[in-house]
Structures are given as structure tokens and as C-alpha cells.
């Protein structure tokens, strides 16, 4: 009986050792998929904002276009026109001036939008590494409660032994004095 809880005391700190290795590994394994996790959302971020600048950068052509033909249309009709209202030619400055406000708006849009989406970014990834952090700390100590449980299970048992080993010795020692 006694050699079988040696055997058991001795193979106990090599499975604790193989589990606390395996646990670990699970770890290392999570930190590495959380950090391929964060360069994929941060390349699509990336890629996502490279297309938004092309979008802004295709509407502000479309509208440098489109303002370049108004200037055109009105100097080809100044000439025409130079005897007409003041307020046409009022008009006119003022729609010129509201596409220019427009893209002012649409770049500082962009602007906002890129800080928000990084902002965000960056919170929830702060947000997903302190929870895991937390977590990791969780697991650690369970393991080391566990352990501790194991032990004070163990050391139970040792004072067991040893106290039914004196019982039998004293019974052994009665028998043989009789």
C-alpha cells in the first residue's frame, strides 16, 4: 500500500509539470492567434481606408471636374450674359462656393471617420487584451489553488498513513509483548 502512494507521490509532480506545459502552451497558442487577429483587422482598416481616400478622391475629381465645367460654361456665357442680373452671377458664386465647402466637408468627414474606426480599433483591442489578461491571471490561479488543494489532499493522506502505521505498530508491538 505504501508503495503505491510513493508511486502515486512521485508520478503527481510530472503530470503537474505536464499539465502546467500544456496550459501554457494553450496560451501561447491564444496570445499568437490574437495577434495574427490584430494584424488582420488592422490590414482590413488599412485597405478599408485606402478605399474610402480613392471614393473621396474620385467624388472631390468628379467635383473639381464638374466645377471646371461650370467656370467654363460661365465664362463661354460671361461674355453673353454681362448685362444680365447681378444675382445669376450671385448664384452661381454661391453653388461654386457650397461645392467647395462640400469637399472641405467630405475631407474632414473622412478625417473623422479614419480617427473614429482607429479609435475604436484600438479600444476594443485594449478591451479583448485586458479581459485576456484577465482570464490568463483567472486560470493561474485556479492551477495554483488547485495545486494547493492537491497538496493539503496529499499531505491528508501522508498524516493518515503515518498515523494508521503508529496504530499498527503499537497493535504489532501489544501482540508481541502478549
Known amino acids: 500500500m505504501k508503495k503505491i502512494w510513493t508511486d ?5 509532480p510530472k503530470q503537474l509539470k505536464v499539465n ?7 496560451i501561447d497558442t491564444t496570445r499568437s492567434d490574437m495577434q495574427i487577429w490584430n494584424a488582420n483587422v488592422e490590414q482590413d482598416l488599412k485597405e478599408k481606408e485606402g478605399t474610402l481616400a480613392e471614393q473621396v478622391n474620385k467624388i472631390r475629381n468628379e467635383l473639381m471636374s464638374n466645377l471646371e465645367s461650370v467656370r467654363t460654361e460661365y465664362s463661354e456665357q460671361k461674355n453673353e450674359l454681362i448685362n444680365d442680373s447681378q444675382a445669376v452671377r450671385e448664384g452661381f458664386q454661391n453653388r461654386l462656393t457650397e461645392l467647395g465647402d462640400d469637399i472641405r466637408r467630405l475631407g474632414e468627414e473622412l478625417d473623422e471617420k479614419s480617427t473614429s474606426a482607429i479609435e475604436k480599433l484600438k479600444n476594443d483591442s485594449g478591451i479583448f487584451m485586458i479581459d485576456f489578461q484577465k482570464k490568463t491571471r483567472e486560470l493561474e ?26 496504530k499498527c505498530w503499537v497493535r504489532l508491538q501489544k501482540a508481541q509483548k502478549s
Open 141 to 166: 490561479q485556479e492551477i495554483d489553488n488547485k495545486i494547493k488543494e492537491f497538496k493539503t489532499g496529499v499531505q491528508e493522506v501522508r498524516r493518515k498513513t503515518e498515523s494508521s502505521e503508529r
Open 8 to 12: 502515486v507521490l512521485i508520478c503527481l
Open 20 to 26: 502546467k506545459k500544456e496550459l501554457l502552451d494553450n
